[in-house]
């Protein structure tokens, strides 16, 4: 063996300088950005890059702030009848008269019965031009049921008409009707995910977390109330409702009956998902300090799968906004002078009817692209949700 | 999975009996009965209302005994096949719906059927052409097909056969035979009005059943014993049919216990508007009406279609899949 030279001692030495952790590849500030985000940052940049979901997020919000000032949308009141207008069809608005330009404008109609069949029929009478008024007073209404106001963003010529989308059975505008029942149509959706997203995060969360008994119990129930096919229960409950109550009981009755039976796949979803998630070493920190149960499923857990729940969530809004229109179709639901878009809709019931005015069943558009809507944006946001992806 | 079976088959007896239970409650929840409404009815066509005969009925019927002795014989009566007395048609409950149950199952039934006919083809192609010009036509008619409220898709075929033949296409047979028995020519006349609303009823169901074949195919294609196969050289069509899509059907099997409430739920509300002569429409009069054990009946009816809807599915998926019986898959 050779005798190993001895080395001389290096003194110990310390940088003073502060340690940089990124010495080998420094990340360029955008990497920077990135790494930094919270995740529901990450989120709303991949969401960004899914151009239909936020085309419809922004269609629904305006849907939404419509709903704050439809007074001032439509032309009209949500009452007015026009005896005179009983059936008109839609009115088309046209820019050039006579190959003149004067602005946006109506022809008036003429009115006969044809006597064979008692059809109403409208003619446009081109010497009748009713030029469309901007920003002006027309129909008086009270802004959100107190404040009196007259003013609209869009009305018909005094003394004219402007039925875009025609008139109904009392010659009523429908297009004017359609803006107010969105109030109703759009609020039931999120009042009933609200009612069963507690319901769902409650049951669910007892479920999850505590297993055992409570667990069967909750997943019995579950199973029961899935037994029930949805849509004959939901008639079966809301026919009893008793007819003496007011419109306003009877609006929150349904969404409470709508929230009620939609909760048991959140809280399924909710169940699983604390299942896995209390195995985990947070969890069990969070539980050895002491912390309540509800700290420990809202503050630690929840927020693990928060994303998903906003996905089910939007994805569950249509399917209330379609059974409130289903219920009111059928003359279960909302009553009048309550006005939703089931409740115009049930004017289409009668096919006789739809065959000779077909304009009655324009309401259906705004519900087809507001379900829509909500399905691309909840499709988006799955994709989104997990940003780690 | 005989013990599988019994262990389901057992516990689908509480749970049949808390149904009834829930059922009995909720015909009983509108406040009054049949006799309050009628003698309304009665008085608002200011007809005399013969108070003693009222009494009798009353008596007869069992309205004024306590909620716990109408129900338990309610009970036994749907055990022995008794139905209970439709106020409003004045005959058994048996008689009345006889036939509405029986065409609501061939409607529910050949909706699921006609689902999977259609679902199967259409996911199978999205997935192996995903991205392709097809598949996105297809998902976006899917989309439509899922926002669209069959009721509403109900009316306009409604509306548009009114234009283009002038007839209705509603009703689920030829009125000459509404009323008569049961012949092949009855029987061919009715599949000659099925497609209606059997469509009309599919549809939404039809799109999400593609969406969620074509999700699990792509799950499957994307693993790696699909690129070892490919890598094999074994034919792409051996490649799909053998594996990745054997594992993609499960939703088939596992959906019917989900897709036979949505197929009734649905059936229910369009049988109104195309005037089908199943339980929907007649549930909705009983409802309203008050006719309480006729539409407690089609609830009860409408809810054990469902319950064995799920323990079919449950039993195929086990003979199907060993791990789900074996995980004890009852408590889950």
């Known amino acids: 063996m050779r005798k190993q030279p001895a080395r001389e001692k290096l003194p110990h030495y310390v940088s003073d300088a502060a340690f940089d952790p990124n010495v080998t590849d420094t990340p360029t500030p955008e990497q920077e950005r990135y790494y930094q985000a919270s995740s529901l940052l990450l989120m709303w ?18 849907a939404y702030a419509s709903i704050l000032i439809s007074e001032l949308i439509a032309p009209y009141h949500l009452h007015t009848r026009n005896a005179a207008f009983i059936y008109a069809p839609p009115q088309r608005v046209h820019f050039f008269h006579e190959g003149r330009y004067i602005g946006p404008f109506v022809y008036g109609m003429d009115y006969t019965l044809n006597m064979e069949n008692l059809e109403r029929v409208y003619t446009p009478n081109t ?44 010659g009523r505008d429908i297009l004017s009707r359609i803006v107010y029942g969105a109030r109703v149509s759009l609020t039931v959706g999120l009042v009933g995910i609200s009612i069963s997203f507690t319901f769902g995060i409650v049951f669910g969360g007892l479920a999850g977390y505590y297993g055992g008994w409570v667990d069967s119990l909750v997943q019995r129930t579950i199973e029961i ?23 306003m009981l ?48 809202m503050r630690h857990l929840l927020p693990n799968f928060l994303s998903h729940l906003i996905v089910s969530a939007t994805l569950a809004v249509p399917s209330m906004i379609l059974a409130e229109t289903a219920l009111s179709f059928l003359g279960l639901g909302m009553r009048p002078p309550i006005t939703s878009w089931g409740v115009l809709l049930n004017e289409a019931q009668d096919i006789n009817a739809v065959a000779l005015y077909p304009w009655l069943i ?25 940003p780690y992806k | 999975m005989v013990r599988y079976t019994v262990q389901r088959l057992i516990i689908m007896i509480p749970n049949l009996l808390v149904i009834s239970l829930l059922t009995f409650i909720i015909i009983q929840l509108p406040p009054g009965d ?37 129900y338990l014989s309610w009970l036994a009566g749907l055990l022995q096949g008794d139905f209970g007395h439709s106020f409003e048609y004045d005959l058994p409950v ?23 006919i259609v679902s199967f083809p259409i996911g199978v192609y999205s997935a192996t052409h995903q991205y392709s010009a097809g598949d996105h036509s297809l998902t976006f008619l899917g989309f439509i097909g899922l926002a669209t409220p069959n009721f509403l898709l109900a009316l306009i075929l409604l509306y548009l056969s009114n234009l283009a033949f002038g007839t209705s296409i509603g009703g689920l047979m030829d009125p000459r035979y509404v009323e008569a028995p049961w012949s092949w020519a009855k029987v061919n006349s009715v599949l000659a009005h099925l497609w209606v609303p059997v469509i009309v009823i599919g549809t939404s169901n039809t799109a999400s059943m593609i969406r969620r074949l074509r999700a699990n195919l792509l799950d499957e294609l994307g693993k790696q014993y699909v690129v070892t196969a490919q890598s094999k050289g074994l034919h792409p069509l051996k490649v799909l049919v053998k594996y990745p899509l054997r594992m993609a059907l499960n939703p088939f099997i596992a959906d019917i216990g989900t897709l036979l409430p949505q197929v009734i739920s649905g059936s229910a509300i369009v ?37 064995l809807g799920v323990l079919l599915s449950d039993l195929a998926l086990a003979a199907l899949d060993p791990r789900i019986r074996l995980a004890g898959g009852v408590a889950r």
């Open chain 2, 34 to 70: 049949y006799l309050t409404t009628y003698v309304l009815e009665l008085q608002a066509q200011g007809e005399h209302v013969n108070q003693e005969r009222i009494d009798y009925l009353r008596e007869e019927f069992g309205f004024d005994r306590p909620f716990h002795e109408q």
């Open chain 2, 271 to 307: 049988s109104v508007v195309l005037s089908l002569p199943t339980t929907g429409p007649m549930l909705l009069r009983a409802l309203q009406s008050q006719d309480m054990y006729l539409a407690g009946s089609f609830l009860m009816f409408l809810a054990l279609l469902t319950v």
């Open chain 1, 45 to 62: 940049w991949k969401l960004r890059r899914h151009r239909l979901a936020v085309a419809s997020g922004v269609f629904l919000l305006a």
């Open chain 1, 127 to 170: 010497a009748r031009v009713q030029p469309i008024r901007f920003f002006c007073r027309g129909d008086p209404y009270a802004f959100m049921g107190r404040v009196a106001g007259d003013f609209h963003f869009i009305c018909p010529m005094e003394g004219g008409t402007m039925f875009l989308l025609g008139t109904d059975r009392l």
């Open chain 1, 362 to 386: 324009f309401t259906m558009l705004p519900i087809i692209l507001v379900v829509l809507a909500f399905n691309f944006l909840g499709d988006g946001l799955r994709d989104a949700a997990d």
């Open chain 1, 250 to 297: 009877i609006y929150f009755g349904i969404t409470l009956i709508l929230g009620l039976m939609d909760w048991t796949g959140l809280a399924r979803a909710v169940r699983s998902k604390l299942l896995a998630l209390r195995e985990e070493d947070f969890a069990l920190a969070a539980m050895l300090i002491g912390a309540r149960p509800s700290r420990i499923i």
């Open chain 2, 94 to 116: 048996s008689e009345v719906i006889g036939d509405r149950v029986f065409l609501s199952f061939v409607v529910s039934f050949s909706t699921i059927l006609f689902t999977w």
């Open chain 1, 225 to 247: 109330i899935r037994s029930f096919p949805e849509l004959p229960l939901w008639m079966a409950l809301s026919a009893a409702l008793p007819t003496t109550w007011d419109p």
